[in-house]
């Protein structure tokens, strides 16, 4: 029984069949082969893991070295602030110049902005960027230098046109190079520079407050001059646009950059082939397509296209107009009609300002690809005009009281930490998605055109609409304002989150209803990423 049982006529002296011995090592035979394949299947894993690890890190460095120009808008809005308090005593200028000064950047900017996206089309992303830093560099060090109000107001709009450059072009880049899943934290790098360039303005205007008149102020500017080496040191370190590449026939440089930033390889001729299409290459359409010029298209949009339009014009110009400008560059005003007189304190209380808008930004980077871009747009917009109404109501129920004082200050914070957490890094974030390839530069103009002239406008206005209806009266029609701004979202706005640049472009041209649109493509996010654990398997 035992030999029939076991398959072998062989008997070992324990009366043990060694069929049974056999049959034990043909089982450890068969572990050892299975051990022999998991070695092929780890190593794949671990160097799939190490491709993720170094594709994520080198997509940082680009979106880093990308968002450095934000750094000189950031610095220059939040130094100003504390500047014309000083430039005000030593140049004795009025306050309708003042408020020139201030607001004339953001509305020349916008000729940066238009020039900015005709040049990245021609030039390139990349070296947009360089053009951006060598016009503002010049201007801040023509203000550094300034004799007068009027040289000042020369380095003023030298400034305001490199500006105009590296506001658009930023988050334009950073969206065509990042990969879909992290797209949206990458994008908001941009928002993170501007806040830390804020921030690093009202650190140096408390640093050297202390110094005399003539003095102070213009080390405070020229400090703004120094990000200008890294600048330089960056555009010998990014590569450029995949998809500009493409609109340039480079197809296999495109190729070599996307293998760079993307950690799929399977991935990487599936998102070419759609940056092709989409730029109307490889297919009939295609030459009709680019013989149409750019701003034609713009000027008579499709449907899909004015869809578009009205969600990225709209959204840039509510970042602006619900107040943000006029509560970050007159801050120190603001604190002094709650009842702060010491120079000191105010520009104390403006660092704990830009504290405030830095630390936020984060947290909107860990959560935009997470939660989505419409709920921290909804956090973001309903937060902001409880803060607006509490600002007026601090400047007109409480106002030179210690309750006043202390409400005005939490209310500027957390205005500028919920403006922080979502429409002002998503506002850029959107602006770069939606728009088809061809046209995204100059669309992403058009909208930055939009924030500037807005910014401008309440810059140049806020003082003197102040002294005509109160500050309070003001900063309720800001609230008025930001009210408006969550039914525009909850309306005009999709949600953008898991899509390539090449779905929402495809989404827009469908007459859906968004929230059907985005189960559907939560639905596809869920397949895409099944299919890449299964590969990765």
């Known amino acids: 029984m035992g030999v029939q049982e076991n398959g072998s006529g062989d008997l070992g002296m324990s009366g043990v069949p060694l069929g049974s011995k056999n049959k034990y090592r043909r089982m450890d035979s068969e572990l050892n082969d299975y051990d022999d394949d998991e070695l092929e299947v780890v190593p794949y894993k671990q160097t799939q893991q190490e491709r993720s690890s170094s594709t994520r890190k080198y997509v940082f460095v680009c979106a880093v070295f990308a968002s450095l120009n934000n750094v000189l808008l950031g610095y220059d809005v939040g130094v100003m602030s504390g500047a014309i308090i000083f430039i005000q005593e030593d140049l004795k200028i009025s306050e309708f110049q003042e408020e020139i000064l201030v607001g004339i950047l953001s509305v020349i900017s916008l000729l940066g902005s238009l020039g900015g996206g005709r040049a990245s089309d021609a030039l390139g992303r990349k070296w947009t960027m360089g053009i951006a830093a060598i016009v503002f560099q010049v201007g801040a060090l023509i203000m550094t230098l300034a004799p007068s109000f009027q040289i000042l107001m020369v380095g003023r709009l030298l400034a305001g046109v490199g500006i105009g450059f590296g506001v658009m072009i930023a988050p334009v880049y950073i969206a065509e190079i990042s990969p879909t899943v992290s797209r949206g934290s990458f994008t908001s790098f941009p928002e993170i520079f501007i806040n830390f360039g804020i921030l690093l303005g009202y650190v140096s205007n408390y640093a050297?407050?202390?110094?005399?008149?003539?003095?102070?102020?213009?080390?405070?500017?020229?400090?703004?001059?120094?990000?200008?080496?890294?600048?330089?040191?960056?555009?010998?370190?990014?590569?450029?646009?995949?998809?500009?590449?493409?609109?340039?026939?480079?197809?296999?440089?495109a190729r070599s950059v996307l293998l760079k930033t993307i950690d799929v390889e399977a991935e990487v001729e599936e998102r070419l082939s759609e940056i092709l299409k989409a730029a109307g290459i490889g297919n009939e359409g295609g030459e009709n397509q680019e013989e149409k010029a750019v701003w034609r298209e713009l000027l008579s949009p499709s449907p899909s296209l004015r869809r578009m339009l009205i969600t990225g014009f709209g959204i840039q110009c509510f970042q602006q107009i619900t107040g943000i400008d006029a509560t970050v560059y007159y801050s120190p005003e603001i604190l002094q009609t709650a009842g702060i007189e010491e120079k000191s304190r105010l520009l104390a209380a403006t660092v704990a300002v830009g504290v405030a808008k830095t630390v936020f930004i984060l947290v909107a980077i860990v959560l935009i690809d997470k939660v989505g871009r419409k709920p921290l747009l909804y956090v973001s917009t309903i937060g902001m005009t409880a803060c607006l109404c509490g600002l007026a109501i601090s400047l007109s129920v409480f106002k030179a009281t210690t309750l006043g004082v202390a409400l005005a200050i939490l209310s500027i914070c957390a205005n500028v930490a919920f403006f922080s957490i979502g429409i002002g890094p998503v506002c850029w974030v959107i602006t770069s998605e939606i728009f088809p390839l061809r046209l995204r530069a100059q669309a992403s103009a058009l909208g930055a055109v939009g924030n500037r002239v807005c910014s401008g406008v309440v810059a140049m206005s806020f003082l003197s609409v102040s002294r005509a209806i109160s500050m309070a009266g003001t900063f309720f029609i800001f609230t008025v304002v930001s009210m408006v701004s969550v039914v525009f979202v909850y309306k005009l706005v999709p949600e953008t989150k898991g899509k390539s640049l090449e779905q929402i472009e495809l989404m827009f041209q469908k007459d859906r209803d968004w929230n059907e649109e985005e189960v559907e493509m939560s639905d596809t996010q869920q397949l895409v990423q099944q299919k890449h654990e299964s590969m990765a398997i």
Not at 222 to 227: D, E, F, N, Q, S
Request: net charge neutral; hydrophobic share 55%.
């Open 208 to 253: 050297f407050s202390g110094l005399p008149a003539h003095i102070n102020w213009r080390i405070m500017l020229a400090v703004g001059i120094l990000p200008s080496v890294f600048i330089a040191f960056a555009l010998c370190i990014i590569p450029e646009s995949p998809r500009w590449l493409v609109m340039q026939n480079r197809v296999d440089e």
